[in-house]
């Protein structure tokens, strides 16, 4: 629609003594001339996601496109409402340099589409709505691409993306019940959509209701079985019914399909260390590191295994690594603290969880640590008052008692520890069980058929 007229009027301009145009509006058309020949294309990238190269000789370069985007977006707030000043929000957002002008930009651009929308061309507006919710969705706006995707949806209710897409927003607000609903009208559309099954198992998953998760990423893979990461979640799903084996066959098929997917290679070193074949999980996060060094969670991961092995100087070493690339990583500083209190350096280890309180004060996990660091160097009253603060920060979490029960073993109350122990595993059985088969801190319970009993139910 414009390039053709912007073609003539730039023909006509060029004949000379033939003033068709005032001098500030040949300028600037010579300014954004570069749009209208190539940058068109690259209106819907953003620049730092797309490089320019040329099969045969050269042309403008990435800057000089910009250059002349950057001229004709500017224009954008000149614009009366309707549909030019629409897109043009929406690709100038592409270029803002913050986050918050993004937003300010894309909420303009919802503002716009509302006032488009018009139930008499319900296909048109329902897009409009959908695609400004998408864009909202990706600088996590989540909220504000519900109201989108309710919009759209209101115009024209048949559309399974709609659906889908607005599950997964509320999934990233924790909405995991009204997530599988959208997720379900979806389906009900559109029966073989595999995207709509993967994102209900997360939202299944996320709700510990393993099994119909699995069942979700089965009906996803029947129909597309090669999507790495519905057999990577499918695997995690398995792995949080201790059915570890399979876990590791869903991650196997992957990385068969990608083989530097690193959440799957982490994911097989925890299933791999959760059958106790350490040497393979430590091999499983060095696959991860190989790929990707600056990766975290399989470093802590790693350490956590090289605990497990006793070999506490190289976890803490690993454990640096992940502090070195994620200073405010939490997890790093409390199972570097765990590891420290192993080889009786008490003070740091105090001082490590000090640190991953600083940055996540609210969390039960980290007080619960602090507590079986505190038991460890023999300060029970202390330690039980700092696992008794795990549970009133969060009563349902198994963190507090499963501390509790560490306490009173290494002080020698066999009862209480059992007791501790045992309401831990009412809340979290896979992995208080897990932990406890292995942990030297029930070492003094082990012949104790309570705990041996409670060990069994694992298997059951």
Same mark, same amino acid.
């Given at each position: 629609?414009?390039?053709?007229?912007?073609?003539?009027?730039?023909?006509?301009?060029?004949?000379?003594?033939?003033?068709?145009?005032?001098?500030?509006?040949?300028?600037?058309?010579?300014?954004?001339?570069?749009?209208?020949?190539?940058?068109?294309?690259?209106?819907?990238?953003?620049?730092?996601?797309?490089?320019?190269?040329?099969?045969?000789?050269?042309?403008?370069?990435?800057?000089?496109?910009?250059?002349?985007?950057?001229?004709?977006?500017?224009?954008?707030?000149?614009?009366?409402?309707?549909?030019?000043?629409?897109?043009?929000?929406?690709?100038?957002?592409?270029?803002?340099?913050?986050?918050?002008?993004?937003?300010?930009?894309?909420?303009?651009?919802?503002?716009?589409?509302?006032?488009?929308?018009?139930?008499?061309?319900?296909?048109?507006?329902?897009?409009?709505?959908?695609?400004?919710?998408? @864009?909202?969705?990706?600088?996590?706006?989540?909220?504000?691409?519900?109201?989108?995707?309710?919009?759209?949806?209101?115009?024209?209710?048949?559309?399974?993306?709609?659906?889908?897409?607005?599950?997964?927003?509320?999934?990233?607000?924790?909405?995991?019940?009204?997530?599988?609903?959208?997720?379900?009208? =979806?389906?009900?559309?559109?029966?073989?959509?595999?995207?709509?099954?993967?994102?209900?198992?997360?939202?299944?998953?996320?709700? /510990?209701?393993?099994?119909?998760?699995?069942?979700?990423?089965?009906?996803?893979?029947?129909?597309?079985?090669?999507?790495?990461?519905?057999?990577?979640?499918?695997?995690?799903?398995?792995?949080?019914?201790?059915?570890?084996?399979? =876990?590791?066959?869903?991650?196997?098929?992957?990385?068969?399909?990608?083989?530097?997917?690193?959440?799957? @290679?982490?994911?097989?070193?925890?299933?791999?260390?959760?059958?106790?074949?350490?040497?393979?999980?430590?091999?499983?996060?060095?696959?991860?590191?190989?790929?990707?060094?600056?990766?975290?969670?399989?470093?802590?991961?790693?350490?956590?295994?090289?605990?497990?092995?006793?070999?506490?100087?190289?976890?803490?070493? /690993?454990?640096?690594? =992940?502090?070195?690339?994620?200073?405010?990583?939490?997890?790093? @500083?409390?199972?570097?603290?765990?590891?420290?209190?192993?080889?009786?350096?008490?003070?740091?280890?105090?001082?490590?969880?000090?640190?991953?309180?600083?940055?996540?004060?609210?969390?039960?996990?980290? @007080?619960?640590?602090?507590?079986?660091?505190?038991?460890?160097?023999?300060?029970?009253?202390?330690?039980?008052?700092?696992?008794?603060?795990?549970?009133?920060?969060?009563?349902?979490?198994?963190?507090?008692?499963?501390?509790?029960?560490?306490?009173?073993?290494?002080?020698?109350?066999?009862?209480?520890?059992?007791?501790?122990?045992?309401?831990?595993?009412?809340?979290?059985?896979?992995?208080?069980?897990?932990?406890?088969?292995?942990?030297?801190?029930?070492?003094?319970?082990?012949?104790?058929?309570?705990?041996?009993?409670?060990?069994?139910?694992?298997?059951?």
């Amino acid at each position: 629609m414009v390039i053709i007229p912007f073609g003539a009027i730039a023909a006509e301009a060029a004949v000379e003594n033939y003033p068709l145009l005032r001098t500030e509006t040949e300028k600037f058309l010579q300014s954004v001339k570069l749009v209208f020949l190539v940058g068109w294309v690259m209106l819907r990238a953003e620049p730092a996601k797309y490089e320019i190269n040329y099969k045969n000789g050269t042309g403008p370069t990435k800057e000089e496109i910009e250059a002349a985007l950057g001229n004709c977006l500017n224009q954008v707030d000149s614009l009366k409402d309707g549909l030019g000043k629409y897109a043009g929000l929406l690709y100038k957002s592409l270029r803002c340099r913050t986050l918050a002008q993004r937003v300010d930009l894309l909420l303009k651009a919802k503002e716009q589409a509302e006032r488009i929308a018009s139930a008499t061309y319900p296909e048109f507006s329902s897009n409009l709505l959908l695609e400004v919710g998408n @864009w909202l969705y990706q600088v996590g706006r989540y909220e504000e691409a519900i109201d989108s995707y309710d919009k759209a949806l209101a115009i024209k209710d048949d559309d399974p993306v709609a659906w889908n897409n607005r599950g997964s927003s509320l999934g990233n607000l924790s909405g995991y019940q009204e997530a599988i609903a959208s997720y379900d009208k =979806a389906l009900a559309i559109k029966d073989d959509f595999p995207e709509a099954w993967s994102n209900r198992g997360i939202a299944l998953g996320n709700l /510990s209701r393993y099994q119909e998760a699995i069942a979700s990423y089965d009906k996803a893979l029947a129909i597309k079985d090669d999507d790495p990461v519905a057999w990577n979640n499918r695997g995690s799903s398995l792995g949080n019914l201790s059915r570890y084996q399979e =876990a590791i066959a869903s991650y196997d098929k992957a990385l068969a399909i990608k083989d530097d997917f690193l959440g799957a @290679w982490n994911n097989r070193g925890n299933a791999l260390a959760d059958l106790g074949r350490y040497q393979e999980a430590i091999n499983s996060y060095d696959t991860a590191l190989a790929i990707k060094e600056d990766y975290p969670k399989a470093w802590i991961n790693r350490g956590g295994v090289l605990s497990k092995l006793g070999c506490y100087e190289e976890a803490i070493a /690993s454990y640096d690594k =992940a502090l070195k690339i994620k200073p405010d990583d939490a997890d790093a @500083w409390s199972m570097r603290g765990l590891a420290l209190s192993r080889l009786g350096r008490y003070d740091e280890a105090l001082a490590n969880h000090d640190e991953a309180l600083k940055l996540q004060q609210e969390f039960p996990l980290w @007080w619960a640590n602090q507590g079986i660091v505190l038991a460890r160097a023999e300060r029970y009253e202390e330690a039980l008052a700092s696992c008794d603060k795990a549970i009133e920060l969060q009563p349902n979490d198994e963190s507090g008692y499963y501390g509790k029960a560490c306490c009173y073993a290494l002080q020698g109350d066999s009862y209480m520890a059992i007791e501790n122990l045992q309401q831990a595993i009412n809340l979290n059985p896979h992995r208080c069980q897990r932990e406890a088969k292995t942990n030297p801190d029930f070492d003094s319970l082990r012949a104790d058929n309570r705990f041996q009993a409670l060990m069994q139910e694992k298997t059951d």
